[in-house]
Nanobody, 115 residues
């Protein structure tokens, strides 16, 4: 089992920045990738950014490319999502995930961007 604890959400004005953190514990040796999904009210869950634990390859949704950056601290088993130039459409609940043979999810952290 892998446990995930997120932090760093909040409210900002458009153009501002936030950094989300996701700390993993438990069977972290079996994690193959970690990242973030988000879900806004009435919308489907969207994969935002992913980092693979092997070579550190990354994936970004087109909507966040050039504004968001995902990174990891292997010593702390923590993944970060740096979000710059935030837009009102980035407003959502952000969920950290980790993949082993099963998906694992954090509890979610709210990000609200006002215009």
């Amino acid at each position: 089992q892998v446990q995930l604890v997120e932090s760093g959400g909040g409210s900002v004005q458009a153009g501002g920045s936030l950094r989300l953190s996701c700390a993993a514990s438990g069977s972290t040796y079996s994690v193959t990738r970690m990242g973030w999904f988000r879900q806004a009210p009435g919308k489907a869950r969207e994969e935002v950014a992913t980092i693979y634990t092997g070579f550190g390859n990354t994936y970004y949704a087109d909507s966040v490319k050039g504004r968001f950056s995902i990174s990891r601290d292997n010593a702390r088993n923590t993944v970060y999502l740096q979000m710059n130039n935030l837009r009102p459409e980035d407003t959502a609940m952000y969920f950290c995930f980790a993949t082993t043979s099963l998906p694992h999810w954090g509890q979610g952290t709210q990000v609200t961007v006002s215009s």
